[in-house]
């Protein structure tokens, strides 16, 4: 089992920055890829970004490639999602989500754990 706790959200103007954290507790944290995903109200959930076990390997959503940057930090157990550039339509709820499979390109499906979210809004 692996509990996941997001911090980090808040309100932001257009063009600033945020950088969220998820930290992990349970199982070894260096055997999961680590994803971060969204939500914002009346929508679908979206795919943001996913890291590989050892932080080697990064995939991005379209909209975010270039003003995110995902992380992590396995001897702290946390990765981590710098946004910049923020836009009022990345306003959302964002997870962090643990998965146990050999790839980091991965469908919400295929994530085994999931944190409860943080708030993220950016006003215009």
């Known amino acids: 089992q692996v509990q996941l706790v997001e911090s980090g959200g808040g309100l932001v103007q257009a063009g600033g920055s945020l950088r969220l954290s998820c930290a992990a507790s349970g199982r070894p944290f260096s055997s999961y890829a680590m994803g971060w995903f969204r939500q914002a109200p009346g929508k679908e959930s979206e795919f943001v970004a996913a890291?590989?076990?050892?932080?080697?390997?990064?995939d991005y959503a379209r909209s975010v490639k270039g003003r995110f940057t995902i992380s992590r930090d396995n001897a702290k157990n946390t990765v981590y999602l710098q946004m910049n550039s923020l836009k009022p339509e990345d306003t959302a709820l964002y997870y962090c989500?643990?998965?146990?499979?050999?790839?980091?390109?991965?469908?919400?499906?295929?994530?085994?754990?999931w944190g409860q979210g943080t708030q993220v809004t950016v006003s215009s």
């Open positions: 989500a643990a998965s146990g499979r050999n790839s980091y390109i991965l469908g919400p499906s295929e994530y085994d754990y």
């Open positions: 890291i590989n076990w050892n932080g080697g390997n990064t």
